[in-house]
């Protein structure tokens, strides 16, 4: 039976396999952790800021699925230029269009980890259903 | 022996179009509902919808005899008596219920010790922490051993543990994480030997295996109705009668009083000391149903079955190079769990593509952090089984494993 490959479309599986930010930078202005301890996601955020208070750098370092890990990936390249206050405006609709697919229950957490774990830094509410 | 394509027709799940060529193999979460309990169910919502607790009119009068029937079934099933059946909402309800009982009736003072496994599930082992810090007593964890077979509880430091200090051993009958089936008499012996109370979360076992509270001599018992063919939101508690009438009762209200009054309460005898109220009464018929659907199949013939199926499936999983196994491997000392890892991937992703390939399992923690942490995993996958599944379960299975090998390759 040929399996549906969108949930690990080229870029989930790619990001998984080779990620652009994944490590602990020698130095950090800001590190959060994010945690799913229902299934054993977790990571740490690391974020350097310019003088402007602009994300100059974005890293992050942890062990999950390839869609946690893949979308904390994704997502540390779209916050670098941004301001932490532009975290409040991370929606599910930006995981999901960033990821390229849609975000089953069952997944949320995953998907979400990385900005939940901004959003929580900033005392923003999670994404996702309760 | 187990024919499973009659079987398999008993349960309307099964039969539904939209889930065909469903490979169901998460029993252990929850098992499937034959028709014979969905029946039960239904009779009584739609012929005597009433009320128990003697209403003076046909239809309460039958709802009340069902219920009581239904007790009488269940204790049956366990080879207790009528008196010692506690219905509940959940096996979890059961644990709460049990632990704030002996805790209400001053069986613990500060120091006692409380011996369980590396291997409870939450339900039982957060309520005991809990009654622990409160009251001030110290647990104890027998581990799995560390040589010889994956999944086996070490007897002789169990041994060492159970002393005089020991109030309660309480611990997991089955696991549900490794399937192992641990040897109930020879804990419950050991906590009667120091004076100490014993108490088995039986829900992976009870409808997978036989049952015998009299035989096992535990003084106290538990399990939930839908992992045993039952419906959701129903459980049991067994306690010794003698025991049960010492205790005070940990959950108050209607229908478990004899008398009240401004200034007290009398309670009522057991079971319904324990049964505050108006109880799961389509849950417990539904129960009743399931207990004889199971019986007439036979309890030994369901564990044969699993062994069966345990064995093929140790046979095709073990020649696959990634899979490590976090379960028992003896087939007639697993229930029919078998949680495992693939190298490289994680279980989230494993379980994402077997379900895009119609297997039903599941991954995460399996409600036994302790347990995962103790084997050096976050969590694992596990499938598991039941008196329908199928040799052709396994296979897809197995196909979603090459599956995951080639998408992660």
């Given at each position: 039976m040929a399996m549906d490959e969108e949930l690990y479309k080229q870029n989930i599986l790619d990001r998984y396999k080779?990620?652009?930010?994944?490590k602990v930078p020698e130095s950090f202005d800001m590190r959060e952790g994010g945690v799913n301890a229902s299934c054993g996601d977790s990571l740490m955020v690391f974020l350097k800021f310019d003088d402007n208070g602009k994300i100059l750098e974005a890293n992050f370092d942890g062990e999950g699925c390839a869609v946690s890990m893949a979308s904390t990936d994704m997502l540390m390249d779209k916050i670098i230029g941004t301001r932490m206050e532009d975290f409040a405006n991370i929606y599910e609709l930006d995981i999901s269009t960033m990821l390229g697919i849609d975000i089953g229950p069952s997944r949320e957490k995953c998907a979400y980890l990385g900005a939940n774990t901004l959003r929580r830094w900033v005392g923003e509410n999670p994404l996702g259903t309760i | 022996m187990i024919d499973t394509d009659t079987i398999k027709k008993d349960f309307p799940l099964f039969n539904n179009e939209e889930e065909n060529g469903l490979f169901y193999l998460d029993s252990s979460s929850s098992s499937q509902t034959p028709v014979h309990v969905l029946d039960s169910m239904d009779a009584y919502y739609r012929t005597y919808r009433a009320n128990t607790r003697?209403?003076?009119y046909p239809m309460s009068e039958k709802a009340e005899s069902s219920y009581e029937g239904a007790r009488i079934l269940v204790a049956q099933f366990l080879n207790a008596s009528a008196r010692e059946i506690i219905f509940t909402a959940g096996a979890t309800a059961s644990a709460n219920l049990i632990v704030y009982s002996l805790e209400n009736s001053d069986i613990f003072k500060e120091g006692d010790e409380i011996v369980t496994t590396?291997?409870?599930?939450?339900?039982l082992f957060v309520p005991l922490q809990k009654l622990a810090k409160r009251k001030k007593l110290i647990i104890k964890i027998i581990p799995m051993k560390e040589?010889?077979?994956?999944?086996?509880?070490d007897y002789v430091i169990a041994k060492e543990l159970i002393t005089p200090k020991t109030k309660l051993v309480a611990f997991?009958?089955?696991?549900?994480?490794?399937?192992t089936i641990n040897e109930m008499k020879e804990l419950c012996i050991m906590a009667r030997e120091v004076g100490a109370y014993s108490l088995i979360d039986a829900t992976q076992g009870a409808g997978h295996m036989p049952l015998d509270v009299k035989d096992i001599g535990c003084d106290f018992m538990f399990f939930a109705g839908h992992k045993m063919c039952g419906p959701v939101g129903i459980g049991v508690l067994y306690g010794k009668q003698e025991l049960l009438e010492k205790l005070e009762p940990g959950f108050y209200g209607?229908?478990?009083?004899e008398e009240v009054t401004l200034e007290g309460v009398k309670f009522a005898p057991v079971p319904h000391k324990f049964e505050a109220g108006t109880p799961n009464i389509a849950g417990a018929i539904g129960l009743g149903a399931a207990c004889v659907y199971l019986q007439k199949i036979g309890l030994e013939n369901i564990q044969k079955h699993s062994e069966e199926i345990n064995a093929y499936a140790l046979s095709r999983l073990s020649a696959i190079s990634e899979i490590k196994l976090y379960c028992h491997q003896s087939p007639e000392k697993n229930i029919g769990v078998m949680s495992f890892t693939v190298s490289g991937v994680h279980p989230h992703d494993v379980g994402e593509i077997f379900s895009r390939a119609h297997v039903a399992t599941r991954g995460g923690h399996h409600c036994a952090q302790p347990l995962m942490k103790a084997m050096g995993v976050s969590s694992v996958n596990r499938a598991s089984f039941y008196l329908y599944t199928t040799k052709e379960d396994i296979d897809a299975l197995v196909n979603g494993l090459l599956e995951v090998r080639r998408v992660f390759a």
């Open positions: 080779n990620p652009r930010h994944k | 003697r209403g003076q590396i291997m409870e599930h939450h339900s040589q010889e077979t994956f999944g086996e509880l997991v009958g089955v696991s549900n994480v490794t399937g209607g229908g478990m009083i």
